[in-house]
């Protein structure tokens, strides 16, 4: 699924670079009406832009979230399988 694209005002713009991420997530919601958790991706997704660095690959999730939990629970269970070869009897 891919991002909507969204007309940001002036306003939302320059709270964005001098970052005010918070004012311009507001502004945003007021002007949309969208939630909280749309328009901070919207502005983060701006932030990105205006400062020139890519943005995660549509279809691919951002670090962490439950496969940085499962990464964990391996590197965990190894840690100790590890502990119990070596040092159990």
Known sequence: MEDPEYAFSDDIV???DSGRKIEAIKMLREQTGLGLKDAKHAIDALARERRGQPGAAAGMPEAGGASGLIKLLVVIAVLLAGYSYFFMD
């Open 14 to 16: 320059a709270a964005v």
